[in-house]
Each structure stands twice: as structure tokens, then as C-alpha cells.
């Protein structure tokens, strides 16, 4: 979960200083128009435009001759200051526009008119010689009287006209209520189910009886048929539904299809072969996130971008960062890492947790019955450093590894071996902007013992992991570990700042019980030294349950320690209750599972989805396939497997989160560089790329503008605006790999 703005800032460039404004009209008290001379039938006061641009009256319309060679879009804008906004009211922004040539996308936005230039509204039509109308309603988060009604133009590098009429914003306006297309009521996984596993799918229907389906093949034939189990209301969805199971069928191939109740399900296979590509996909997001290096797009086909961060203008870079005001007095080199999400920041907690998943993805394979290493051998990723000998699954995990290592506070220095919770940029940015075009001076931000731990952790990891291959990092880690964990015991309650949240998430943290019972757990298993033994076993967290209904995430990393425990071979005393209290953990979530009618291990308190709800059904399946690995029971491998079906295309959305898996699939995280949904000229999300899913307190004015009063499931929408709902995420990432990668093996 990303615990993060309070709202995203849109505009970073001074826009010029507006004209003389007439006295804005009261909102909130009926229909009411927010802009002045919207049809610039009395000229173009008060519309301001930057000074690059060049405005006149043509035909009645407000024309602006943009310039070419602009790099970002507010770099050549139009707009009007002093607009009204009252909190909870509805607005309709609406606008006639035309642009020669035409293809250009405009950035049309309502926001704040002065820093953080918050964006409470925003679309990008690319208007065409013709003009075209266009209107949006949304609700306003805010009570202000300084909100701007803006057209960003720039980023273009040839010249063009944009022309502006009919400029609107009423207020008053009656909410348009938010209907997603979830498209067909059969509800399947869109991707692949595994010929010889569970076969589950949901039926959407008013039906209180038995109905009856069929299972057609590509070719529109009858392979298979039976009858609807009915589950009543779903709690998740507030939905009437209907199970189905058609398990019993093993054939192959593709182009299946699900009929009931008059309904035919989008097509999936059934096969294996995705799960294969999937695994690999969603560790290949993670070469695209680097900071500091250049992408090569003949790795990444349509993704190649400059290195962001390096200290070449516009950046500041991380080369050698200074803290905070008043943090400390050095600067450190912190280079490379992965960004953590659709943001420019690197944070030391999520990375932490992140690794570790990764690392355990690979450590798995080298351990478990089913595991297969071979499968993440050395060039399955095609990174640049394939072919070194290494596998490409712990090289991409090194490039953030070698980042945590240079967040540890310098000998000599007060606080010395403990680690920076983060780094990232002073202020919000906007979107869309490339690493590389990122002018906010970088901070370190203080220190703190959540990230100290997450630095000795996985850092004792990685040298057990990495010995092989190259013994003096593994030794490099290790002494970076213990200097960590000595800082932690000396520095037990230095914690992160909740209001430490401008230009980049807060990920504060008020319990680190359990990352003080990670880090010596991962100690003890790289060393097996008595000391380690003896804090796991005197940790009031090592007989807690710790597996809750949220499943493990960056704040709560016990049930890290717990599964490594149980599956990497040691000599724990009481080792056969550590198994134990996994498979009691997985026999809850198979509970769950069995409860849901969409087949998710996760059942919130209160059905209150939370941040990153999706990677948090997988880490939950992750449990259940571990226990799969101690006991050999069936139960628990067809429960993970199943798990799979939710994000790939079995919930109430009918959507597979994972970009490019599935015939409708989220295609429009919110992220800075993956962002074609408001530069055409940006690519979108790599095809492997979880959204985080529904989350019930949708914090965005965008999705609070379209969810507002929605049910469990239905929180969430495929908006790049939708930051709460739909960001990308390097931990959210690291759950469907790990979790791809186990279903994969099962074939």
C-alpha cells in the first residue's frame, strides 16, 4: 500500500501571471458557472497564456499558436486563475476545441492555481482540425477559490494551433453515476487454467435456482457441461451469484468459452504455456523501473528511454544527494535501485520487502518439490547483464540490492550503519515525465529503524544467496547486514515521520517488532550464529499469528520471517511448530477462499479493501502454495493456483489487473513514463504489470469523483489518474512473480 498524497501536483513550470480577474461567482448554491466569458464573446479577459504563446480571437474562438521544440506539455499553456470550488460538489467541465494539424494531445485540467498545483480534474483530447465538444463530470475534493481551468499544450515539436470555445464549468450539476462495463456475467479467468487443476468460474444472475452451463471449445462445441452452484450475495461485489466448476474436463488448447444463463464468457485457454510467460513478464517490469541506467529499447521494444537520475540537467540526480534540511551534513551517492511505483521515488522499506519476494521467488525453486531453478536460469529475462553466468533474476535483484547497501549511513557519521527510509524528489512532479526529464532537487530523507531492518534482512538474504556466484558481495552484504542490525539494537524507535509525505510517500511504520524478527530470522538463517537463534526465539512475534487477513506487505514483514523459516533448511529448535503455524496460517486463507464466490483468499474486515488489495490476495496464495511445499497436500496447491483466477479476469469487474494477460485487462496504471494515456508518444504498462485493485477508501479525486459509496470489489478503475486504485508498484509486482512463477511449476 502506498500511504502517499494527499493530491498529486500537475503543474512544475511558472505559468505566467494571470490577467485582471473578475470576481468569481459563488459555488455550492444551485446551478452556477465557475468561468468567466467562457465564449470570449467580450475578448479574452481574464485568460492568461504563457509567454511563449501567442493568443488572438479568430471567428469567435480563442486561438493560441503554440511553438514547437517544447519538451513537456505545461510548457506553452492557456488558461484562467481565481475559479470557485466547493467541497462535494459536482461539476461539468466542458469545451469545444480544434487543433491544426490534429493528433496533438492537450492536457485539460481544473487544479490549483498556485504550488503544489494539486489537479483535481484532468482529461487529454487530441482535438482534430475540426472541432470537437467535449464534457467531463466530476466532484470537487476541495473548498477553494483559487482554482485554475487550464490547457496545457506544449511537449509538441512542431507547431500547431489549438483553438478553445465554449469553456464551461457549472457547478451544481447532478452527479453522473459511474457504470463500469463489465461486460459478459460469466466471469472467468481470461488468461489459462492448468489441464489437471481447478477450473472456477462466477455467474452473475437473479436466478435463486440451479442453472445449466456448457463448456464450448474453439470451435464452438459441447466438450463438457453441469449445473450452477447459487451462493446468494456476494459480499464482495453486492452481486447475486452463482458458482461454477468444471474441474473434471482436462482437455487442451484455446478459445474456450463458458455458457450460462444466456451468457458466453470471454475466451481462455487452457494449457500452461502463459503461466510461463507470465512468471518471466512480470520480473521483466522490473529492468524498466531501474533508475540510473539507460533502457535499451532492443531489450524492451517500445521502452527504451534515457537514464533518469544521473545528474545530467534537467535532473539533479542522485549521485550525491543531501539530506533534509537539518537531517544531516554529507551527501551520499545513491544511484540505481528501482523506482518504487508510478513516482520518482525510491523508498527502502518497499524495496526491502520487495527483494526479499524476489529473492524467495528464486530461493524457492532451489528448494521446493515442485520448484524448477532452471526455468530463471542465466538470459530467461534478457537483461543487460545476461550471460554472466548468473541467474537473471538475482542480477535484477542486485541492481536494487546494490542501491539499499548505498543508503546505510557512512561510518563516522551520527547514526552511522543505520539506513535512510528514502529518497525522492523535493516536490510532486506531474505526470507524464520520464525519469531522465525530472528537474525537482533530490533529498535523503532521516534514517529511521523500519529501513535499517529492511537493509539487514535482506542483505543477510542475498549472502547466502549470492555466495555461489560472487562471493565477495555476498561477503559485502553480509558485513553491511550485521552493521544494520547493530544500528537497529542501538536505535530501536527511530520511526519515519507519517507527515513526511511532499514528493513522495510517507511509508510510515509504528510497530517494527516484526522487522526486528525478519531481520534476525534471515541473520540466523545466512549464519546460523546463536545470538540470531536466540532473538527469534525470544521475539514475542515468533509465536504470534501472523498471518492476518491482509496478508504481508511492506509494513507487516513477520510472515517473511516465517516462511523462511519453515522452508529454508535450518536447526531451529521447535522448527516442526514453525511448519506448523504456516499451515495453520494457510488453512485461514483457504477458509477465505472457500467463502468467497469469486475464489480469493482474502476477505477483509468490514469487506473494506485495502491499498494494493491485489498484490494481497496473491501474497495470501503465496502462503498457501508455501504450505502446498511442506505438506504435499493437494488442497493447498489447487487453492494457490485458483488464486490466480481473481486477477486474471474472475472478479466482479470481469478485467484481468495484469496488463496484456486477458481480452480486457488494466492497461492505464498510474505512473509518470508509462503513461499513453496522456502522451500518445508513452508507451503504457509493460504486458506483466499487476495494478494494485480495489481500494475501498479510494484517497484520489479522481476515482472519489467516479467510486464514491462503491462496494468491495468495485473500488477500483483503469485511470492513470486513479493513483489510490491503479498504480503500479515494485511489491505489488513481486507477489504475482513469486505467485506466477509457483503456478507455472504446478504444470
Known sequence: MKRRRTALAALTAVLAAALTALPAQPAGAGESEQVRNGSFDTGTDPWWSTSNVTTALADGRLCADVPGGTAERWDAAVGQNDIALAKGETYRFSFAASGVPGGYAVRALVGLQTAPYDTWFEVSPQPGPDAGTYSYTFTSPVDTAQAQVAFQVGGSAEPWRFCLDDVSLLGGVPPVPYEPDTGPRVRVNQVAYLPAGPKNATLVTDAATRLPWLLRDAAGRTVAHGWTVPRGTDASSGQNVHSIDFGAYRGRGGGFTLVADGETSRPFALGADAYERLRLDALKYYYTQRSGVAIRDDLRPGYGRAAGHLNTPPNQGDANVPCQPGVCDYRLDVTGGWYDAGDHGKYVVNGGITTWELLSTYERETLARTGRAHALRDGTLGLPESGNGVPDILDEARWELEFLLRMQV??????????????????????????????????????????????????????????????????????????????????????????????????????????????????????????????????????????????????????????????????????????????????????????????????????????????????????????????GADRYRDAAVQSMDYVLGRNALNISYVTGYGEVSAHNQHSRWYAHELDPALPGPPAGTLAGGPNSSIQDPYAQSKLTGCVGQFCYIDDIQSWSTNETAINWNAALARLASFVADQA
Not at 513 to 519: K, L, P, T
Not at 593 to 620: E, F, I, K
Open 410 to 631: 557512512p561510518d563516522g557519521q551520527p547514526l552511522a550503519g543505520m539506513a535512510h527510509h528514502k529518497v525522492h524528489d523535493e516536490q510532486w512532479t506531474g505526470l507524464p515525465l520520464l525519469p531522465s526529464e525530472d528537474p525537482q532537487k533530490r533529498e535523503l530523507h532521516p534514517p529511521t529503524t523500519a529501513a535499517t531492518l529492511n537493509l539487514a534482512a535482506t542483505a543477510a538474504q542475498a549472502a547466502r544467496l549470492y555466495r555461489p556466484y560472487d562471493p565477495a558481495f555476498a561477503a559485502r552484504a553480509l558485513t553491511a547486514a550485521r552493521k544494520a542490525w547493530t544500528a537497529a539494537l542501538a536505535h530501536p524507535d527511530v520511526l519515519a515521520d507519517p507527515a513526511d509525505a511532499t514528493g513522495g510517500g510517507a511509508y510510515p511504520d509504528t510497530d517494527v517488532r516484526d522487522e526486528f524478527y525478519w531481520a534476525a530470522a534471515e541473520l540466523y538463517l545466512t549464519t546460523g550464529e546463536g545470538r540470531f537463534q536466540t532473538y527469534v526465539l525470544t521475539s514475542p512475534v515468533h509465536t504470534a499469528d501472523v498471518f492476518g487477513p491482509l496478508g504481508l506487505d511492506w509494513a507487516r514483514t513477520a510472515a517473511a520471517a516465517r516462511l523462511d523459516l519453515a522452508t529454508v533448511p535450518n536447526r531451529l529448535p521447535g522448527r516442526d511448530q514453525v511448519r506448523r503455524s504456516v499451515v495453520r496460517g494457510a488453512d485461514t486463507y483457504l477458509a477465505a477462499l472457500r467463502t468467497q464466490p469469486y475464489g480469493m483468499p482474502y476477505a477483509p474486515p468490514d469487506n473494506l479493501y485495502d491499498w494494493g488489495s491485489n498484490h494481497q490476495v496473491l501474497n495470501n496464495a503465496v502462503v498457501l502454495a508455501t504450505a502446498y511445499d511442506l505438506t
